[in-house]
């Protein structure tokens, strides 16, 4: 029996909107207009799920997780009357524990920058992923480009070096760091920032492993092109993407992860990116139900007598990096890398649950999805310039807007970060309806 594969309960989306709009001249029969996308409008797919969150944040701290192999990991709770959905009516929860990726930030008030002792580092794997689009009898596909045929992919690589010197990876100032730091790291500061010392720090060591290659049959995607026939973007069929991209067996080397996972290209310490370029996914068999820009999630595999049969997680993420104009001018470049990436720092193994909230986009969710509750907003991204060109990593939402929290122990009390000013004030704990505050009986 295939084992089971954890996927993400929430996902960076994109509106359903037309896709294909009138031109000149004929396209094929899966193939969609280059501006297409520009109509669409961010915002989040999730899964209704029940849970329970805060008002006031826990004061003691855990090690990491017992009997699994994987990244590092701390856990703690917060206190905030919340419920949990039950098909009986929902029934109060008042604590909720969560796992966040690094060490425990308790005891480092006197711990200064250079610390190893409480600085965790942690190596991230950026795979790349080529997108090789196929005919129908699984034979290369060329596109009649003006200049003759053109074949027919999507290749990352050349967003390499922008990514390692975008704000994810390069150190850069923020008022939660007392040195300049990345951008993960940054936010996790913000939110511990009365609990952790100038030393604590959890940071990303890139590695650029070998690029892998996803083959797509024609009627599991759709594509757009320029005008001298090359792809500029494909949505797919999320499904296939899933069933490409993750192993159904641990020894499995034909899907790209399985293959990274058996040449030990990715770890079970590791916090593994696969990249892609203008790669989108769309659900329920649909193109108009569209766009998924990444998710992060963790594959998970047997232990063995190697690792004392320790359940083992490969923590991931999917990121694909967005070419200016494609979603409009903010929402570009490693929008859904910084998304994904934060909240796989703050829910590791996408289990944190929270009381449920409504966020200012509309999002009604119970879990510690930093980046869904501002995704899609006027001021969702926040543009940062380095090394000659601005990036746009999004503004995340802190763990003290789900715990209710006020004031925010946060830096400058805020409940968002960089940007504190996208949200003002905390979350309220509804019931499931998504209206109804929660009134604890006295």
């Given at each position: 029996?295939?084992?089971?594969?954890?996927?993400?309960?929430a996902?960076?989306?994109?509106?359903?909107?037309?896709?294909?709009?009138?031109?000149?001249?004929?396209?094929?029969?899966?193939?969609?207009?280059?501006?297409?996308?520009?109509?669409m409008k961010?915002?989040t797919?999730?899964?209704?799920?029940?849970?329970?969150?805060?008002?006031?944040?826990g004061?003691?701290?855990?090690?990491?997780?017992?009997?699994?192999?994987?990244?590092?990991?701390?856990?703690?709770?917060?206190?905030?009357?919340?419920?949990?959905?039950?098909?009986?009516?929902?029934?109060?929860?008042?604590?909720?524990?969560?796992?966040?990726?690094g060490?425990?930030?308790?005891?480092?008030?006197?711990?200064?920058?250079?610390?190893?002792?409480v600085?965790?580092?942690?190596?991230?794997?950026?795979?790349?992923?080529?997108?090789?689009?196929?005919?129908?009898?699984?034979?290369?596909?060329?596109?009649?480009?003006?200049?003759?045929?053109?074949?027919?992919?999507?290749?990352?690589?050349?967003?390499?070096?922008?990514?390692?010197?975008?704000?994810i990876?390069?150190?850069?100032?923020?008022?939660?760091?007392?040195?300049?730091?990345?951008?993960?790291d940054?936010?996790?500061?913000?939110?511990?920032?009365?609990?952790?010392?100038?030393g604590?720090?959890?940071?990303?060591?890139?590695?650029?492993?070998?690029?892998?290659?996803m083959?797509?049959?024609?009627?599991?995607?759709?594509?757009?092109?320029?005008?001298?026939g090359?792809?500029?973007?494909?949505?797919?069929?999320?499904?296939t993407?899933?069933?490409?991209?993750?192993?159904?067996?641990?020894?499995?080397?034909?899907?790209?992860?399985?293959?990274?996972?058996?040449?030990?290209?990715?770890?079970t310490?590791?916090l593994s990116?696969?990249?892609?370029?203008?790669?989108?996914?769309?659900?329920?068999?649909?193109?108009?139900?569209?766009?998924?820009?990444?998710?992060?999630?963790?594959?998970?595999?047997?232990?063995?007598?190697?690792?004392?049969?320790?359940?083992?997680?490969?923590?991931?993420?999917?990121?694909?990096?967005?070419?200016?104009?494609?979603?409009?001018?903010?929402?570009?470049?490693?929008?859904?890398?910084?998304?994904?990436?934060?909240?796989?720092?703050?829910?590791?193994?996408?289990?944190?649950?929270?009381?449920?909230?409504?966020?200012?986009?509309g999002?009604?969710q119970?879990n510690?999805?930093?980046?869904?509750?501002?995704?899609?907003?006027?001021?969702?991204?926040?543009?940062?310039?380095l090394?000659?060109?601005?990036?746009?990593?999004?503004?995340?939402?802190?763990?003290?807007?789900?715990?209710?929290?006020?004031?925010?122990?946060?830096?400058?009390?805020?409940?968002?970060?960089?940007?504190?000013?996208?949200?003002?004030?905390?979350?309220?704990?509804?019931?499931?309806?998504?209206?109804?505050?929660?009134?604890?009986p006295?």
């Amino acid at each position: 029996m295939p084992k089971q594969i954890f996927r993400l309960r929430a996902v960076l989306a994109l509106a359903t909107v037309a896709l294909i709009s009138a031109r000149a001249y004929a396209l094929d029969t899966d193939q969609l207009d280059p501006s297409a996308l520009l109509s669409m409008k961010p915002h989040t797919a999730h899964q209704p799920l029940g849970a329970g969150g805060g008002g006031v944040l826990g004061n003691r701290f855990y090690g990491a997780s017992l009997g699994l192999d994987t990244l590092t990991n701390f856990s703690g709770y917060f206190y905030d009357p919340g419920v949990v959905p039950s098909p009986g009516g929902d029934f109060l929860q008042f604590t909720w524990q969560y796992t966040m990726v690094g060490r425990s930030p308790v005891g480092t008030h006197d711990r200064e920058e250079g610390d190893d002792s409480v600085r965790t580092v942690v190596r991230s794997p950026i795979v790349p992923v080529i997108i090789d689009l196929r005919n129908y009898d699984g034979s290369p596909r060329y596109y009649p480009g003006p200049n003759g045929p053109v074949r027919m992919i999507l290749d990352p690589t050349q967003y390499i070096q922008p990514v390692l010197k975008s704000p994810i990876f390069e150190p850069t100032h923020y008022d939660s760091s007392f040195a300049p730091t990345q951008f993960t790291d940054a936010i996790m500061r913000a939110e511990f920032f009365s609990d952790a010392g100038p030393g604590w720090h959890t940071l990303l060591r890139p590695v650029i492993a070998p690029t892998r290659t996803m083959v797509l049959v024609r009627g599991t995607y759709r594509f757009a092109v320029d005008s001298t026939g090359h792809v500029i973007y494909v949505l797919v069929d999320d499904n296939t993407f899933a069933a490409e991209l993750f192993p159904p067996t641990p020894d499995d080397t034909s899907s790209v992860m399985g293959a990274a996972e058996n040449a030990g290209d990715i770890r079970t310490k590791d916090l593994s990116t696969f990249l892609f370029a203008n790669t989108f996914l769309y659900q329920n068999g649909n193109p108009a139900d569209c766009c998924i820009l990444g998710y992060h999630t963790y594959d998970v595999e047997p232990g063995g007598s190697d690792n004392g049969f320790r359940e083992r997680r490969y923590v991931m993420d999917y990121s694909s990096w967005i070419s200016p104009g494609l979603f409009g001018p903010a929402f570009t470049d490693v929008t859904a890398l910084s998304h994904e990436l934060s909240e796989a720092f703050n829910d590791p193994f996408v289990n944190n649950a929270t009381p449920i909230w409504v966020a200012p986009n509309g999002n009604c969710q119970n879990n510690l999805e930093t980046g869904d509750v501002i995704e899609g907003l006027p001021n969702a991204t926040i543009p940062i310039t380095l090394n000659g060109f601005t990036y746009h990593p999004q503004n995340e939402a802190l763990l003290e807007w789900f715990a209710g929290q006020q004031p925010s122990s946060a830096v400058d009390h805020a409940y968002s970060y960089p940007d504190a000013t996208v949200l003002p004030t905390p979350a309220v704990s509804v019931h499931s309806d998504c209206a109804t505050p929660v009134v604890v009986p006295h």
